[in-house]
């Protein structure tokens, strides 16, 4: 005989917010279904591994989901604990009445327990990894909050919860084999009396009967989507239409030693839908100062993760192996984007949602382990194999440069930092370059540059050239703003060879010979020479702040010097930002033993106010100009060029003819 019951909440209002407000997305309700299944699934185990007797111990320990079209109706079944009359009672028929929770209280289990120590976000406690195959317990039981099992009204008109327990003493002694549970999702629910369910020897049977809008989720490809995406790694198979969905295992629980490389690369290859195995695993059980497992890889191949893909990185979020959330941003920092892998935690609490996270500090304290255990990781690798981490750093140290903003890491990543020179052709970490410095040197030197050809043709390269000191080539801004930054690395200070003062490097002896065998200008030159660049000035106008007579030069016959300390690459990336395209004023350097320069004074000294002379001056500044990585206008410059070229190829002709 069927008994009604009013629900012991207001039921009706609670159903309504988790329906509409709480739950964003209905498949969801699935998910929590089978994360109950599960736990039914679990709690059998755990009595059958105390010696308890259970009903039909033949039955595999496992889920199983069928469709009926025709009717509209979507079971979903296990062959777990079951429920007595009186559990249905309490379990379905109160709001946030948790059987999990009341199981785990029952046989004193408190490694998850709500009153756990609170956790200091900042502390900097130290890692105690996991004793590698440790047995499983009760607290892999997933549902604590009693409330996952209402989300199914979201797609449902009726449901009806059929039960068999699996125990013989679970029930009275009166008491009916089976019962089932009945509601709409308004304020009553009847339970009704059973001597035997068909298809049911044990566990529990859920019919779904789907709403006119739901039909959705009779679709076999749209369930199967949904069990692979949130409930994949549960420990039991989940079979849809006698089909086993989940058959990739949960290898992050796995211990490390009974893992293969083969299985590492198949798990990576499901994750992340990539072809190519990962460059490198992590694999990480951690006991404290918070409880989780993670699974990192390496990619073999680079991404665009803060432009095109700059939503799709974050690790995947799992508590007890149901997914919680995909591409977690919170659990890892931005210059860790390259990171792909899974983080499955035991001490994440959970709002009455799965879906809302309720403790960031957690979150908090699993990123700080998960980065200290990263860069362990690497300092290990760069100094175990350094061919190795170097081709780590050409694959993803465009992103790893970022970590000098991080005032916890940043000396620790300075020492990870790689860098190309003027005096290697390999990268080379800033303490082989100290120790490659020539005596009495107090800096480190570097460039920015668009690539290692420009660099190498920038003309204030040719002084430390000259002199044999060793500059590092920055081929990317963030590389120049992380040295900035730094400011030093031990006690040497970082600094741009285009700042670099006129006699800071006179204490170096020369290693190469000056390229001019021009003689000395005579006095008379000299004065001629400084008039000479008054009258440059006086042709570019406001193109310059200055023109200057330099020494720094040997193979180039000019370059532009900031006297404002800021060097081109900084100064083009501030430009950029204000969206000023315009080329900066700057000091014209000009190299008076070059033979192009002694060419133009004689022009100069022959007709100082001659439209070749200053035709040849605006060819000087724009091939200067180029060469600081400016060109605004390269229709008037290839103007210029070319007419200087149709003259000097008329003059030669005029000559051949003589």
Not at 385 to 391: A, G, L, Q, R, S
Not at 492 to 511: G, H, P, Q, S
Request: charged share 30%; with cysteine.
């Amino acid at each position: 005989m069927s008994s009604t019951y009013k629900f012991k909440a207001e039921t009706h209002k609670v159903l309504n917010i988790l329906t509409h407000s709480l739950y964003t997305n209905r498949e969801i309700f699935l998910r929590e279904l089978l994360s109950n299944a599960s736990d039914a699934l679990d709690k059998l185990r755990f009595k059958q591994n105390k010696g308890e007797s259970i009903l039909a111990p033949e039955l595999p320990l496992e889920i199983k989901i069928s469709t009926d079209k025709e009717s509209n109706i979507l079971t979903v079944q296990d062959t777990g604990i079951g429920m007595t009359k009186q559990e249905m009672q309490d379990n379905l028929g109160i709001i946030a009445k948790s059987g999990s929770e009341k199981f785990l209280k029952d046989i004193g289990d408190t490694s998850c327990d709500s009153g756990k120590q609170k956790i200091d976000p900042y502390a900097e406690e130290e890692i105690v990894e996991k004793q590698e195959g440790a047995g499983a317990d009760a607290s892999q039981i997933i549902g604590r909050f009693g409330i996952g099992f209402y989300s199914v009204f979201m797609v449902a008109d009726k449901v009806e919860v059929y039960s068999v327990p699996a125990i013989e003493s679970m029930k009275e002694e009166s008491e009916a084999k089976a019962h089932v549970w009945t509601s709409h999702g308004s304020d009553t629910f009847t339970i009704t009396p059973l001597e035997e369910v068909a298809g049911l020897v044990r566990g529990t049977m859920i019919k779904i009967y789907l709403k006119d809008d739901a039909k959705e989720f009779i679709e076999e490809y749209r369930l199967e989507n949904i069990i692979r995406r949130h409930s994949n790694f549960l420990p039991f198979s989940i079979l849809l239409n006698d089909k086993v969905i989940n058959t990739i295992s949960a290898l992050w629980r796995e211990p490390k030693f009974n893992i293969k490389k083969e299985q590492y690369d198949e798990f990576y290859k499901f994750l992340t839908y990539d072809t190519e195995n990962p460059f490198d695993v992590i694999h990480l059980s951690v006991d404290a100062p918070v409880q989780f497992n993670a699974l990192l890889f390496i990619p073999e191949k680079s991404e665009d993760y803060f432009l095109e893909q700059k939503d799709q990185w974050g690790l995947d979020l799992y508590v007890r192996r149901v997914l919680i959330e995909k591409n977690r941003q919170e659990l890892l920092p931005n210059y860790f984007a390259f990171v792909k892998g899974v983080v499955d935690t035991e001490d994440l609490p959970l709002n009455i949602s799965r879906e809302t996270l309720q403790e960031n500090i957690v979150l908090k304290k699993i990123s700080q382990t998960i980065v200290r255990q990263l860069m362990s990781h690497f300092e290990k690798m760069a100094a175990q194999d350094k061919e190795k981490y170097n081709t780590f750093w050409n694959k993803h140290g465009k992103y790893f440069k970022f970590a000098f903003n991080d005032f916890v890491y940043r000396d620790r990543v300075a020492k990870l930092m790689r860098f190309v020179s003027s005096g290697s052709e390999e990268l080379l970490s800033l303490e082989e370059y100290v120790s490659r410095m020539k005596a009495g040197q107090k800096d480190i030197w570097y460039v920015s540059a668009s690539s290692k050809e420009a660099a190498k043709l920038n003309p204030h390269m040719e002084r430390f050239t000259r002199k044999g000191l060793e500059v590092l080539y920055l081929l990317e801004p963030v590389e120049e703003i992380a040295l900035e930054s730094l400011q030093k690395f031990n006690e040497y200070t970082f600094k741009n060879i285009e700042t670099a003062d006129a006699r800071a490097l006179d204490d170096f002896a020369d290693v190469e010979k000056a390229e001019s065998d021009l003689p000395k200008l005579s006095d008379l030159e000299k004065t001629e020479f400084e008039q000479m660049l008054e009258r440059m000035k006086e042709v570019l106008g406001d193109k310059v702040k200055d023109v200057k007579s330099t020494d720094r030069l040997s193979g180039s016959p000019a370059c532009m010097a900031s006297q404002d300390g800021v060097s081109s690459t900084m100064e083009k990336l501030m430009r950029s930002f204000q969206k000023d395209d315009s080329i900066p004023q700057k000091v014209l350097e000009i190299n008076p033993d070059h033979a192009l320069i002694r060419s133009l004074l004689t022009i100069y000294k022959d007709d100082s106010r001659s439209g070749l002379f200053e035709e040849m001056v605006w060819g000087i500044f724009d091939n200067t100009v180029l060469l600081d990585g400016y060109m605004n206008d390269p229709f008037l410059m290839a103007q210029r060029s070319l007419k200087l070229m149709e003259k000097a190829g008329q003059w030669y002709a005029d000559l051949r003819n003589k």
